[in-house]
T-cell receptor, first 115, second 114 residues
Framework: AQSVTQLDSHVSVSEGTPVLLRCNYSSSYSPSLFWYVQHPNKGLQLLLKYTSAATLVKGINGFEAEFKKSETSFHLTKPSAHMSDAAEYFCVVSDPWSGNTPLVFGKGTRLSVIA | DGGITQSPKYLFRKEGQNVTLSCEQNLNHDAMYWYRQDPGQGLRLIYYSQIVNDFQKGDIAEGYSVSREKKESFPLTVTSAQKNPTAFYLC?????????????FGSGTQLSVL
């Protein structure tokens, strides 16, 4: 069975400093991995996705994530936080080859950015 | 443009009432999902459907029902048996394309109890 663990429920950074949101996954096959962002009272917006191509994935708004199979991790990073990055972030794992396993979400990490 | 449409954006339910949340997609996706979001608990799977006329319970299906009579539509009914329905509900769809897998989300419905 697939599972996702977001290691921090809340991360707080100062504006202009790096962001690191941690995600570990468990999957018995080569998964697809996604990071989504959710601003208050909004739906989910895709930041980036990994689907067995390049292990370093670049997304929107300066975010990127690196797939590390040996560590079963897919951490999200950004070199310099902006106030507009304050939101909830979700790591999602999916099996791209099977229709029998639904999407699995992490519990989310709330990012706060301090001026 | 293709996408997923959830309606209404806000919905209020009276005690003992059933309400239905709409989810429509014009992406020709096979799989559709309903998730419930509560503060601090992330997204929990209610029901999902891989093909028309077939659906499976997720982790928190009690008090909910769904149908999948058409590929485009996957409505969710919150029944009176659901004692704590106040939450944000998200619908998603997915197409299986291997490395080209795509996921789409609706903009959500906020359900509150009067």
């Amino acid at each position: 069975a697939q599972s996702v663990t977001q290691l921090d429920s809340h991360v707080s950074v100062s504006e202009g400093t790096p962001v690191l949101l941690r995600c570990n996954y468990s999957s018995s096959y080569s998964p697809s991995l996604f990071w989504y962002v959710q601003h208050p009272n909004k739906g989910l917006q895709l930041l980036l996705k990994y689907t067995s191509a390049a292990t370093l994935v670049k997304g929107i708004n300066g975010f990127e994530a690196e797939f590390k199979k040996s560590e079963t991790s897919f951490h999200l990073t950004k070199p310099s936080a902006h106030m507009s990055d304050a939101a909830e972030y979700f790591c999602v794992v999916s099996d791209p080859w099977s229709g029998n396993t639904p999407l699995v979400f992490g519990k989310g990490t709330r990012l706060s950015v301090i001026a | 443009d293709g996408g997923i449409t959830q309606s209404p954006k806000y919905l209020f339910r009276k005690e003992g009432q059933n309400v239905t949340l709409s989810c429509e997609q014009n992406l020709n996706h096979d799989a559709m999902y309903w998730y419930r979001q509560d503060p601090g608990q992330g997204l929990r799977l209610i029901y999902y459907s891989q093909i028309v006329n077939d659906f499976q319970k997720g982790d928190i299906a009690e008090g909910y029902s769904v149908s999948r009579e058409k590929k485009e539509s996957f409505p969710l009914t919150v029944t009176s048996a659901q004692k704590n329905p106040t939450a944000f509900y998200l619908c998603a769809s997915r197409i299986k394309m291997g490395v080209g897998e795509k996921l789409f989300f609706g903009s959500g419905t906020q359900l509150s109890v009067l």
